[in-house]
T-cell receptor
Framework: DTGVSQDPRHKITKRGQNVTFRCDPI?????LYWYRQTLGQGPEFLTY????????KSRLLSDRFSAERPKGSFSTLEIQRTEQGDSAMYLC??????????FGPGTRLLVL | TQLLEQSPQFLSIQEGENLTVYCNSS?????LQWYRQEPGEGPVLLVT?????EVKKLKRLTFQFGDARKDSSLHITAAQPGDTGLYLC????????????FGKGTLLTVNP
């Protein structure tokens, strides 16, 4: 399978704990995007990378959130000191031709 | 601010019926994409449109991009239960970041 993969698919954590998610994009794509989707809403942009450089961050990305793409391949999104409001689906997308973005299956986070 | 408005928000029809869903904005987009999303999964790309007035067909699905590149429609002919899902439109605005702005989606249910 050469699509976008994300791990884990589901994560349940207690408030105050740290969590980390991983995204593996399509191998030949040099851009990678992170989005967050809450119930009843469309995905909202968080941040994106071109190769290993993080080029833009949304105001939604508080200082508890950090994203990396150290070798320009896979990316990680870490949330420190999780809050209940962080509960959402975290989506990763890989950028293709004409602005088309291909999404992974997502990581569903539940903060208790 | 919701830049993309989708209508209707919910649609329940019988198998074999035709339907159209709409995606409207006051902003111009350089490209617009339609996705279908099933519960617990990431959005799956259906089509990307980039030229004002462009029409693309994908089997029973017809996508149209408005002349002014501010709106789009998705028409499904002879809907089938397998078409059930959340249909999301997403626009990329001018510039080089290609980040997507999503509508809230249209939740389609096709009853057998």
């Amino acid at each position: 399978d050469t699509g976008v993969s994300q791990d884990p698919r589901h994560k349940i954590t207690k408030r105050g704990q740290n969590v980390t998610f991983r995204c593996d994009p399509i191998s030949e794509h040099n851009r990678l995007y992170w989005y967050r989707q809450t119930l009843g809403q469309g995905p909202e942009f968080l941040t994106y990378f071109q190769n290993e450089a993080q080029l833009e961050k949304s105001r939604l990305l508080s200082d508890r959130f950090s994203a990396e793409r150290p070798k320009g391949s896979f990316s990680t999104l870490e949330i420190q000191r999780t809050e209940q409001g962080d509960s959402a689906m975290y989506l990763c997308a890989s950028f293709g031709m004409e602005g088309a973005q291909y999404f992974g299956p997502g990581t569903r986070l539940l903060v208790l | 601010t919701q830049l993309l408005e989708q209508s209707p928000q919910f649609l329940s029809i019988q198998e074999g019926e035709n339907l159209t869903v709409y995606c409207n904005s006051s902003s111009v987009f350089s490209s617009l994409q339609w996705y279908r999303q099933e519960p617990g999964e990431g959005p799956v790309l259906l089509v990307t449109v980039v030229t004002g007035g462009e029409v693309k067909k994908l089997k029973r699905l017809t996508f149209q991009f408005g002349d002014a590149r501010k709106d789009s429609s998705l028409h499904i002919t002879a809907a089938q239960p397998g078409d059930t899902g959340l249909y999301l439109c997403a626009g990329a605005r001018g510039g080089s970041n290609y980040k997507l702005t999503f509508g809230k989606g249209t939740l389609l249910t096709v009853n057998p």
